[in-house]
């Protein structure tokens, strides 16, 4: 059994070398997730593989960030905003009743954030819920993910427009 740790090229993947984020970024859908709308600072992707309908990932889209604190306010605030709209179609599509918010990056620290649904009949209801819980083995049909995406889309094209 090998020590816990930050991997040895951890510089190197804070740096975004090798970034498979930022490698994906603006190719549309792929084995994880199908793209669902792109923002003006993020892209944002339904998972393909979840236990709870309406799993996105905001991934910040101009060029490579680890943390949100290095990025100028501005673009902090057009961050958030972004999640935050993200969270509001996932509400009004899928009625969870709580969201969970996650800007982790431990594994690959590109900015990004899980927007999570959290259900009554999820497997930790009430509580925090383990990675494992989350994912499923079997995709999605393709047909279902794709309608929830475009039903997503079109909320966050309402949410985004001027007023």
Not at 9 to 23: Q, T
Not at 24 to 49: C, H, P, Q, W
Request: net charge negative; hydrophobic share 35%; proline share 10%.
């Amino acid at each position: 059994m090998t020590e816990p740790g930050w991997p040895d090229d951890w510089a190197d993947r804070m740096a975004g070398k090798g970034c498979p984020m930022c490698a994906t970024l603006g190719k549309g859908d792929n084995d994880f997730s199908v793209e669902v709308f792109t923002g003006d600072v993020a892209d944002v992707y339904l998972e393909r593989r979840s236990r709870l309908p309406g799993y996105c990932i905001v991934i910040w889209k101009h060029g490579h960030v680890a943390e949100p604190t290095d990025l100028p306010a501005e673009q902090a605030s057009r961050y958030w905003a972004e999640v935050l709209a993200t969270g509001r179609a996932v509400r009004a599509r899928f009625s969870p009743v709580k969201l969970n918010y996650f800007t982790l990056g431990n594994q690959v620290p590109h900015l990004h954030t899980h927007v999570l649904p959290r259900y009554r009949d999820d497997p930790a209801p009430g509580g925090p819920i383990e990675w494992q819980d989350v994912f499923s083995p079997d995709p999605v049909p393709d047909a279902e993910l794709h309608a929830q995406a475009a039903d997503l889309r079109g909320l966050l094209g309402q949410a985004t427009r001027p007023a």
